[in-house]
């Protein structure tokens, strides 16, 4: 699987937009990118995912660059029980392995 | 939660005991995986399943063995635990789709197990 960076932390503040960045330069073309959360230390939630086109579900939207190389994860409108760990992680979806690195830790403010 | 179980919640040994951790699903997934978090890290793969007894290696298999002998459990056992195996692991399944039938990559964590090796 490729790998990924994210920034280790951010801010947002409330009702505003939270905009995580993510960037997956050696994505292949049959690789997915997955958006998960966690909170404290449940065990981590999925989000979101996509391939090539701008996905949006009730939780997030999920904006990929053309080339693929990067993404960027928006929550509308932050709440303070967004405030998790955030991890992209980028997999076929029929793979076995799937690996995890120390995603983003974001803070939303009142 | 897809139907993920983990056995034990919570469990305290000492260092060259054995212990086995349960993972339980009752949505007949293929895909189980078992991962370990330490404090202020993400997720580490450990070992993976793709079938009744078709398993591999993850990142940090060193210490560790599995099986499942049957599609709803994936056992996970440290045969002589160490300190450094003091984490907390989780347990998740790759869901299939109801309408495709095939795997949608989506991954369902368990709500974890903390060990404490003294």
């Known amino acids: 699987d490729a790998k990924t960076t994210q920034p280790t932390s951010m801010d947002c503040a409330e009702g505003r937009a939270a905009n995580l960045p993510c960037n997956h330069s050696?994505?292949?073309?049959?690789?997915?990118v997955y958006w998960y959360r966690q909170i404290h230390s449940q065990g981590p939630q999925y989000i979101i995912h996509?391939?090539?086109n701008n996905e949006t579900n009730e939780m997030a939207s999920l904006i990929i660059t053309e080339d693929r190389k990067s993404s960027t994860l928006i929550l509308p409108h932050a709440t303070l029980r967004d405030t998790a760990v955030y991890y992209c992680?980028?997999?076929?979806?029929?793979?076995?392995?799937?690996?995890f690195g120390d995603g983003t830790t974001l803070t939303v403010k009142p | 939660d897809a139907g993920i179980t983990q056995s034990p919640r919570h469990k305290v040994t000492e260092t060259g005991t054995p212990v086995t951790l349960r993972c339980h699903q009752t949505?007949?997934?293929?895909?189980m995986y078992w991962y370990r978090q330490d404090p202020g890290h993400g997720l580490r793969l450990i070992h993976y399943?793709?079938?009744?007894?078709?398993?591999d290696k993850g990142e940090v298999s060193d210490g560790y063995s599995v099986s499942r002998s049957k599609t709803e459990d994936f056992l996970l056992t440290l045969e002589s635990a160490t300190s450094s195996q003091t984490s907390v692991y989780f347990c998740?399944?790759?869901?299939?789709?109801?309408?495709?039938?095939?795997?949608?990559?989506?991954?369902?964590f368990g709500e974890g197990s903390r060990l404490t090796v003294l």
């Open positions: 399943s793709y079938g009744v007894k078709d398993t």
């Open positions: 992680i980028v997999r076929v979806t029929n793979a076995g392995k799937s690996t």
């Open positions: 050696t994505i292949s073309g049959n690789e997915y």
């Open positions: 949505e007949n997934h293929r895909y």
């Open positions: 996509g391939l090539k």
């Open positions: 998740a399944i790759s869901r299939r789709s109801l309408v495709s039938n095939t795997n949608t990559g989506e991954l369902f």
